[in-house]
C-alpha cells in the first residue's frame, strides 16, 4: 500500500506500475517488475496481496509472490517487509472468511514489529495494519485507534498521502461508531480528496460510500450513484461493495 508511482520524480516504470494498480490491474502491474531483487519481488507480492484484499481471488498467485519475496529478502528491513505482507495476506483471507488464519497474521505483524525499527520506510504501514487486525479480528477499537494514529503520524512524517487516506478513512469510521459526526464526515472528506488527487480509482468508490454514511439527502444519493458508477467501471470491485451499492427494486418504498 505504499505511494509508489504518486509523485512526479516516480520513474517511468512505476508510474506504469501506479496506474494499473489504481485502475484494478493489479497482476498486469506485477508483470511489469522484475523478478531478481528483493525491493521488486517485495512489491510484485504486495501488488497481489492487495488484489486478494479488492477481488477475493488470486490467493495462490500471491502466495507464490511472497514466497519469492521472503527468499530473495535479506536485510531485517526486507525481511519485516515480507512479514508484513504475510500478515496482510493471512488478515485478508481471514476478513473474507476464506479460512481462519488470525493467528498466522498476529504472528507474522509480531515479527514484522520486530524487524523494522521505529521511523523506517515500512513502519508506518505495519501500524495501520496492526490496527486492521484490532479492529476487525480482535475487535478491540481502543487498540485500533492507537495503531491509526502511529501510522497516521508516520504517513504525515513520510509524506504518504495514499496511506494517509487510509489511516484518515479507519479513524473516521471508528468515530462514526462513536456517534462523532462531524469527526466522522470530515475524515471520509479527507480521505477522498487524497483518493481523488492521486487517482487512486479502486479506491474511491469505497470512499465515497463512506462518505454517503455522513451526509444528509440528496448528497447521499449523488455520492453513492458516484461510486455506483465507479464500481461498475472497475468491473464490480472492491467486490465487499456489491451490498452497499445494489439499487433499490424498481417502486421499492424508501425511508
Not at 512479514?83 to 488478515?91: D, I, K, M
Not at 504518504?160 to 479513524?171: A, I, N, V, Y
Request: net charge neutral.
Amino acid at each position: 500500500m505504499s505511494g509508489n508511482g504518486t509523485t512526479a520524480d516516480d520513474d517511468p516504470l512505476q508510474t506504469a506500475v501506479w496506474r494499473l494498480r489504481s485502475r484494478a490491474c493489479w497482476a498486469d502491474a506485477a508483470a511489469l517488475l522484475p523478478t531478481d531483487t528483493p525491493k521488486a519481488t517485495l512489491q510484485r507480492a504486495a501488488l497481489l496481496v492487495e488484489r486478494c484484499l479488492y477481488t477475493e481471488r488470486g490467493w495462490e498467485a500471491a502466495e507464490d509472490a511472497l514466497r519469492t519475496a521472503e527468499a530473495r529478502a535479506h536485510s531485517d528491513e526486507e525481511r519485516g517487509a515480507a512479514a508484513c505482507e504475510r500478515g496482510q495476506l493471512a488478515y485478508t483471507a481471514t476478513l473474507h472468511g476464506v479460512r481462519d488464519r488470525a493467528d498466522e497474521a498476529r504472528a507474522a505483524l509480531g515479527r514484522a514489529a520486530a524487524l523494522i525499527p521505529p521511523g523506517a520506510s515500512g513502519r508506518a504501514l505495519l501500524d495501520f495494519r496492526r490496527g486492521l487486525l484490532a479492529e476487525n479480528l480482535a475487535h478491540a477499537p481502543q487498540a485500533a485507534r492507537a495503531a491509526y494514529r502511529r501510522a497516521h503520524a508516520g504517513a504525515t512524517d513520510r509524506s504518504d498521502p495514499l496511506l494517509l487516506s487510509f489511516t484518515w478513512r479507519h479513524l473516521a469510521g471508528l468515530a462514526l461508531r462513536e456517534g462523532e459526526l462531524a469527526e466522522a464526515r470530515h475524515g471520509f472528506a479527507e480521505s477522498l480528496r487524497l483518493r481523488e488527487e492521486l487517482g487512486y480509482l479502486v479506491g474511491t468508490a469505497p470512499a465515497l460510500v463512506s462518505l454517503a454514511e455522513t451526509e444528509t439527502e440528496p448528497e447521499a444519493s449523488r455520492l453513492r450513484e458516484e461510486a455506483r458508477r465507479l464500481f461498475r467501471l472497475l468491473g464490480g470491485v472492491p467486490t465487499w461493495l456489491t451490498g452497499h451499492l445494489t439499487p433499490p427494486a424498481p417502486g421499492a418504498a424508501t425511508a
